[in-house]
C-alpha cells in the first residue's frame, strides 16, 4: 500500500485556536486541533494572590506540546481588550465557561466578531446553552447517566450502573464533536467567508453516540437496556470470558461465520446452530466459560485471534503498550519535560495518533504551564513592547 509523503503541510496549518479551557472537553478539543496542525494559543486566568494556579499534572493533554501560553485578567478592561486584540487575528475561540460568563466578560461571540466577523467561536458545557439544565455543573458519568449510556450497559451485581473505564463523554460526546464542528464551520468559511457560533453539548454528543438504541426506541416502542441486544450482553458470542491465568478475553463474534469458527475450536460445535437461541444461551455461555478457563488467555488470543473468531484480549494499559500491534502502529512517542530546578527528564506519551495527523512524529517537548508567550503574542497582536512591559507591571498579563 503507498502512503503520501509524511512532509505534506498539516491540515490546520494556519489556523489559530485560542482555547480558555485547562481540563475538559475543550482542552481535548485544542490537543486535537494542535495534532492537526493548528497553533493553539492557551488563555488562562492570573493566579490569585497567595493561592496556587490550578493546572492539570504534566502529562495530561500531551503535556501541553506544541501550545502557546498566556494568562490575563479578563475582569480588567485592559486584560479584556488584550484578548479582544489577539482575537482580531485568530480564527477559533473555544471556551468552557458557564452559560453567559463570557458575555458578561465582554468577550463572547458577539464581542469577538466585532473584531473578527468571520470568527468561529466554540462553546463547551455538559448540557448546551440552553434548556433547564444548562446551569448545572456536572461530570463525564453525569452525562452519561442522562443519555442513557449507563442504562444500557451490563450491570454490576445488585443491579449497579457501572463506572466506564474511559472518559467516553468527555473525549467522544464533547472533545471530538467540538473538533468535527469546528473543522466543519472552518471548511464552510473557506467558501462562504462567514463564521459561526457552536453550541457544543456534551450531553447532546453523547445521545448522538446512542442513537442506535434511541433510534430503535422512537421506532418501534422497544426500551434497550443491558442484555436487550447482541452488542449488550444478549447473547454468548459478544461477551467477555475469564482465562486459566484469570486475565480476560474479549469476544465479539457476531457474524455467523465467525460464530462457527469459535464454537468449532472452544470443541462447542453442538451450539453452531443456535447462536441467536435466547433459550440456549445461558448453556452456550456456560461452555464457552468452561472452554476459555482450559487456556491461558494468550494463548487463546493466538489461536483465535488469527482464525477469524473476533476474539482478543482484554489489556491492562501496560499490556497495551507492549502490544506488537500498538508498536507496529507507533502510537508512542518520547517526550521531555522542564524541572523547576532546571534540569529535563523524558517520560513516554500517546504521539499523534489520528488518522490525517503527522503519525511519524515520535519525539516531543512538553510544555511548562508556568511558562508563558505574553510579549510574542501580545506584540503579533499589535501592542508594542512598551505597552506589554506595562500590563505586566500592573498584573493584567503573565
Same mark, same amino acid.
Given at each position: +500500500?503507498?502512503?503520501?509523503?509524511?512532509?505534506?503541510?498539516?491540515?490546520?496549518?494556519?489556523?489559530?485556536?485560542?482555547?480558555?479551557?485547562?481540563?475538559?472537553?475543550?482542552?481535548?478539543?485544542?490537543? $486535537?486541533?494542535?495534532?492537526?496542525? /493548528?497553533?493553539?494559543?492557551?488563555?488562562?486566568? $492570573?493566579?490569585?494572590?497567595?493561592?496556587?494556579?490550578?493546572?492539570?499534572?504534566?502529562?495530561?493533554?500531551?503535556?501541553?506540546?506544541?501550545?502557546?501560553?498566556?494568562?490575563?485578567? !479578563? @475582569?480588567?478592561?485592559?486584560?479584556?481588550?488584550?484578548?479582544?486584540?489577539?482575537? /482580531?487575528?485568530?480564527?477559533?475561540?473555544?471556551?468552557?465557561?458557564?452559560?453567559?460568563?463570557?458575555?458578561?466578560?465582554?468577550?463572547?461571540?458577539?464581542?469577538?466578531?466585532?473584531?473578527?466577523?468571520?470568527?468561529?467561536?466554540?462553546?463547551?458545557?455538559?448540557?448546551?446553552?440552553?434548556?433547564?439544565?444548562?446551569?448545572?455543573?456536572?461530570?463525564?458519568?453525569?452525562?452519561?447517566?442522562?443519555?442513557?449510556?449507563?442504562?444500557?450497559?451490563?450491570?454490576?451485581?445488585?443491579? @449497579?450502573?457501572?463506572?466506564?473505564?474511559?472518559?467516553?463523554?468527555?473525549?467522544?460526546?464533547?472533545? +471530538?464533536?467540538?473538533?468535527?464542528?469546528? +473543522?466543519?464551520?472552518?471548511?464552510?468559511?473557506?467558501?462562504?467567508?462567514?463564521?459561526?457560533?457552536?453550541?457544543?453539548?456534551?450531553?447532546?454528543?453523547?445521545?448522538? !453516540? $446512542?442513537?442506535?438504541?434511541?433510534?430503535?426506541?422512537?421506532?418501534?416502542?422497544?426500551?434497550?437496556?443491558?442484555?436487550?441486544?447482541?452488542?449488550?450482553?444478549?447473547?454468548?458470542?459478544?461477551?467477555?470470558?475469564?482465562?486459566?491465568?484469570?486475565?480476560?478475553?474479549?469476544?465479539?463474534?457476531?457474524?455467523?461465520?465467525?460464530?462457527?469458527?469459535?464454537?468449532?475450536? !472452544?470443541?462447542?460445535?453442538?451450539?453452531?446452530?443456535?447462536?441467536?437461541?435466547?433459550?440456549?444461551?445461558?448453556?452456550?455461555?456456560?461452555?464457552?466459560?468452561?472452554?476459555?478457563?482450559?487456556?491461558?488467555?494468550?494463548?487463546?488470543?493466538?489461536?483465535?485471534?488469527?482464525?477469524?473468531?473476533?476474539?482478543?484480549?482484554?489489556?491492562?494499559?501496560?499490556?497495551?503498550?507492549?502490544?506488537?500491534?500498538? /508498536?507496529?502502529?507507533?502510537?508512542?512517542?518520547?517526550?521531555?519535560?522542564?524541572?523547576?530546578?532546571?534540569?529535563?527528564?523524558?517520560?513516554?506519551?500517546?504521539?499523534?495518533?489520528?488518522?490525517?495527523?503527522?503519525?511519524?512524529?515520535?519525539?516531543?517537548?512538553?510544555?511548562?504551564?508556568?511558562?508563558?508567550?505574553?510579549?510574542?503574542?501580545?506584540?503579533?497582536?499589535?501592542?508594542?513592547?512598551?505597552?506589554?512591559?506595562?500590563?505586566?507591571?500592573?498584573?493584567?498579563?503573565?
Amino acid at each position: +500500500m503507498s502512503h503520501p509523503p509524511a512532509s505534506r503541510s498539516p491540515a490546520l496549518e494556519g489556523i489559530t485556536v485560542l482555547d480558555f479551557a485547562t481540563v475538559g472537553p475543550a482542552a481535548r478539543a485544542s490537543r $486535537m486541533l494542535s495534532d492537526y496542525g /493548528a497553533t493553539v494559543v492557551k488563555i488562562g486566568a $492570573m493566579a490569585a494572590a497567595g493561592a496556587v494556579q490550578i493546572d492539570p499534572p504534566f502529562y495530561a493533554y500531551s503535556g501541553g506540546r506544541d501550545t502557546k501560553r498566556l494568562r490575563v485578567d !479578563l @475582569k480588567s478592561p485592559a486584560g479584556r481588550d488584550a484578548f479582544l486584540r489577539l482575537a /482580531a487575528g485568530s480564527d477559533v475561540v473555544l471556551e468552557s465557561f458557564r452559560p453567559g460568563v463570557v458575555d458578561r466578560l465582554g468577550i463572547g461571540y458577539d464581542d469577538v466578531r466585532v473584531r473578527r466577523p468571520d470568527i468561529v467561536y466554540c462553546s463547551t458545557s455538559g448540557y448546551g446553552q440552553t434548556g433547564p439544565y444548562a446551569d448545572r455543573a456536572g461530570h463525564d458519568i453525569n452525562y452519561l447517566g442522562l443519555a442513557g449510556y449507563l442504562d444500557c450497559s451490563e450491570r454490576a451485581p445488585g443491579g @449497579k450502573p457501572p463506572l466506564p473505564g474511559a472518559t467516553v463523554a468527555d473525549a467522544a460526546g464533547g472533545g +471530538m464533536q467540538a473538533v468535527m464542528a469546528i +473543522m466543519a464551520a472552518l471548511v464552510r468559511r473557506a467558501t462562504t467567508g462567514e463564521g459561526a457560533y457552536l453550541d457544543v453539548s456534551i450531553t447532546d454528543g453523547v445521545v448522538s !453516540l $446512542m442513537s442506535l438504541y434511541v433510534d430503535e426506541y422512537l421506532a418501534t416502542g422497544t426500551v434497550p437496556g443491558p442484555g436487550h441486544y447482541i452488542l449488550t450482553g444478549r447473547y454468548a458470542c459478544y461477551d467477555t470470558y475469564r482465562c486459566a491465568d484469570d486475565r480476560w478475553v474479549a469476544v465479539g463474534a457476531i457474524e455467523p461465520a465467525f460464530y462457527r469458527n469459535l464454537c468449532r475450536l !472452544l470443541d462447542c460445535e453442538r451450539w453452531i446452530d443456535h447462536q441467536l437461541d435466547d433459550e440456549a444461551q445461558d448453556d452456550v455461555r456456560a461452555d464457552f466459560a468452561a472452554a476459555f478457563a482450559r487456556k491461558p488467555r494468550d494463548e487463546w488470543v493466538a489461536e483465535l485471534g488469527p482464525a477469524d473468531t473476533c476474539v482478543g484480549p482484554v489489556c491492562t494499559v501496560p499490556e497495551l503498550l507492549d502490544d506488537p500491534q500498538v /508498536a507496529a502502529r507507533g502510537l508512542v512517542g518520547q517526550a521531555t519535560r522542564t524541572l523547576d530546578d532546571g534540569s529535563t527528564e523524558s517520560f513516554r506519551q500517546l504521539g499523534t495518533v489520528l488518522a490525517g495527523t503527522d503519525t511519524s512524529r515520535r519525539t516531543f517537548v512538553a510544555r511548562r504551564p508556568d511558562l508563558t508567550d505574553t510579549v510574542e503574542l501580545l506584540v503579533a497582536a499589535g501592542l508594542t513592547i512598551d505597552e506589554v512591559a506595562t500590563l505586566r507591571e500592573e498584573g493584567v498579563v503573565a
